[in-house]
Structures are given as structure tokens and as C-alpha cells.
């Protein structure tokens, strides 16, 4: 699912074309609706041959668009084609995003409403129009970057002070025992040697 308009820029009315394809290989497309944002409002519909349509406002403004196959004109698998919109002045954004539901023959609705935030594309990915791409790709790289950010592991302060206790006070404290028992053995052998020397 894809939206194209020649020439779009913001603040510009344009004419807004979905390329809508069939992709189930035992049903037809009978019916597709799109949902224009807030912002965006349809100024004319193109008539599209073998296809009734329809809209509707919603309080929130929101204007729904719905095309609906007449028999025989049903989209059938691995085909496509275009549904056209002229809206009014784009409103001052670097992209926007349209839902899109696409309806099959055997009763199963497809909804294309699913935007991407990083570089990996959705399944059913809502179709885009870019109207600043530097702006539009500095946004996914904004959405992408805490994803792409993990955990710092951060040192334990036991280990870094016992090193610092074996540095400054550990290795002192061996020696000062170190020395302390050589002094007490030294002692020990010199009043034993006195003791000795004064024996009959």
C-alpha cells in the first residue's frame, strides 16, 4: 500500500493517489477505505470506473473515504490500481501517515495503519507521504536511536574500594606484621642465646 502525489508540498492542496494491490492469491478487493487525518480535507473525488464511493466526517475531523467494487469490477489477485483524492492546503509537517483498510471478498479486512519507527518496516505499514524528506528521515533516526542504546554496566564500588584497601592499608598492614614477628623472633633468640651463656 502506497499514497503518491506529484509535486505535494506543505501548505499546497495536491492530489493524493493510493495504489491499492490485491495480495490474496483466493479473494478480490471489494472494498477500500482510507482515513484522512485531521488537517487534511478532501476538496474532490475522481470518479473511479466500476466503483461506487462514499465519505463521511467524523466530530473529531477526520473525513473517511470509501470505495466500494460494483460486480465484475473487483480487484482481483496480484492486481492493482489507483484511488484518487484532491485535498486542500497540506498541512506544515515532514510526512503523513493515512489509514487504510482493505476488505476481500471472503469477509477479511486488511488494516494498513501500522507506522514504522525504526529502520525495520511494519507488516502492514500505513502509506506515507514525505513532504521534507531531511526532516522525515531525521525523525526515524530519532525513534531508532533509544532502541539502538543498551545498559552500561557499571563497576561496583566493593571491588574498586577492596583495591584500594589492599593498596593503601592492606599491603602496609602484612609488612608492619611482617616486621613485628622478626622482632619477636630476633628477641627470642637473643635471651635464649643469654640464657644459654649463663649456665655453668
Not at 466530530?59 to 492486481?79: C, N, R
Not at 492546503?89 to 476481500?104: C, E, G, H, R, W
Not at 511494519?122 to 542504546?149: G, I, N, S
Request: hydrophobic fraction near 40%; avoid cysteine.
Amino acid at each position: 500500500m502506497r499514497v503518491f502525489a506529484d509535486g505535494a508540498k506543505q501548505e499546497s492542496p495536491a492530489t493524493l493517489r493510493f495504489r491499492v494491490p490485491s495480495e490474496k492469491a483466493d479473494a478480490t478487493t471489494v472494498r477500500v477505505d482510507v482515513s484522512l487525518p485531521k488537517g487534511v480535507t478532501s476538496t474532490a473525488i475522481p470518479p473511479a470506473p466500476g466503483w461506487k464511493q462514499k465519505e463521511m466526517s467524523s466530530p473529531q475531523g477526520v473525513t473517511q473515504i470509501m470505495w466500494t467494487a460494483t460486480a465484475g469490477h473487483e480487484l482481483k489477485p496480484d492486481a492493482h490500481r489507483y484511488f484518487d483524492v484532491k485535498v486542500g492546503p497540506l498541512p506544515n509537517k515532514a510526512s503523513i501517515a493515512f489509514d487504510v483498510a482493505q476488505t476481500y471478498s471472503d469477509g477479511s479486512v486488511v488494516n494498513w495503519n501500522e507506522r514504522q519507527t525504526g529502520a525495520k518496516e511494519p507488516e502492514f505499514p500505513a502509506p506515507v507521504l514525505v513532504l521534507d524528506a531531511a526532516a522525515a528521515k531525521a525523525e526515524l533516526t530519532r525513534q531508532e536511536a533509544p532502541a539502538q542504546q543498551t545498559p552500561t554496566a557499571t563497576a561496583s564500588p566493593a571491588p574498586a574500594a577492596a583495591a584500594r584497601e589492599e593498596g593503601a592499608g592492606g599491603r602496609p598492614l602484612l609488612l608492619w606484621t611482617a616486621v613485628g614477628a622478626a622482632i619477636v623472633s630476633i628477641g627470642a633468640v637473643v635471651i635464649l642465646s643469654r640464657g644459654t651463656s649463663n649456665r655453668p
